[in-house]
C-alpha cells in the first residue's frame, strides 16, 4: 500500500466513525507516524508504506475512529509555541487558556515570582510563565501525583526551572507568594455526561469535576490566595463559559478586582484581581 492509498484509506474510516476534519486527521496521524511534516508527506503519496508502519497506522486509525483525542494518540500538544508532551493523567491544554498566560505577563510585571500555578496538569501554564519570566520561582501543583510527572517532565524538557508539590489546592504552599494562577476544574457534575465524547470519555474526571462544585473549588481557592499572597499580590483564574458573575461576586472587600478577559470567541474567559 502506498502513502497517499493509506491516506485515502484512513480518510474514509475516519468519515465513517463520523470524525472532524477527517483528512487533516489522517495526515497529522500519519506525518506523526513517520516524523515527516505534512509538505513531505504530500510528495511521498507514491512510495510504499512499510507494513510495520501500516499496521502502527491502522491502529492509531482505530484508537481515533474510537473518540480517543488526537493529542492522546500523538502524545503532544502545542501551548503558546511549544510543544508539551500530554497522556490520559492530564488535560489537553486548550488554546483559550494562553489567555491566562498573557493576563500574567502583562499584569505581574518581570519581577512576578513566587508564581504558584494551583492544578498545572500538563504544566502549560507554570512552565510557560517560567520560561517567559525568566528568574521568577514558579511552583507547579497538583493533587494528582501522574498529572505532576508529566508537568515535571515537560519542564525539564523544555529547560524550565521550577519546583513541584503535590497538594490539595494551596493547603501545603507556605511563605508569601506574589501571584497564584489556576486554571480549575469547572464542569458541574450534571455536566459532564453532556461533554464532547473525546473530553468525557478520555481526559481525567478529576480535571473537569471539581469535588464539591465549582462554586466551591473557586470559592477556596479564592480564601487560600488571599492568605499566602503579598499585599497587591495577583490571582488570576480562568473561568468557564457564563461563570463571570458568579465567580467575580466570590472576591470581598480584601480584593481589587481587574476588567474580565474574553477569549478569542468574545467569552469571558480570565478573571485577575490583587489582593489590597
Ligand atoms: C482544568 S485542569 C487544568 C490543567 C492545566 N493547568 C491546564 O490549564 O491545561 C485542572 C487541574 O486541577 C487538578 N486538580 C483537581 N482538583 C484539585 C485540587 N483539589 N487541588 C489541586 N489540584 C487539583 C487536576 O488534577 C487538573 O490537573
Redesign the pocket.
Known sequence: MTIGEALADATRRLEAARIASPRLTAEVLLSHGLDLDRARLHTRQPQQLPVRSAAAYRAQIERRSAGEPLQYITGVQEFYGRPFRVDRS??I??PE?EHVVEAVLELAGPDAGPVV??????G??GVTLALEIGGSRVVL????RD?LRVAKNNARRLGARVTVAC???LSACRGRVRCVVA???YVREDEHAGLQREVREHE?R???V?AGGPGRFYERLIRESRDRLVEGGLLVLEIGFSMETQVRGLFGAEWRLLPTRADLAGIPRVIAARRR
Open positions: 492530564v488535560l491544554p486548550r487558556t500555578d494551583v492544578g498545572t496538569g500538563s502549560c501554564i501543583t497538583d493533587v494528582s498529572a497538594m490539595d489546592g486554571n480549575p476544574p481525567p478529576i480535571a473537569l471539581p
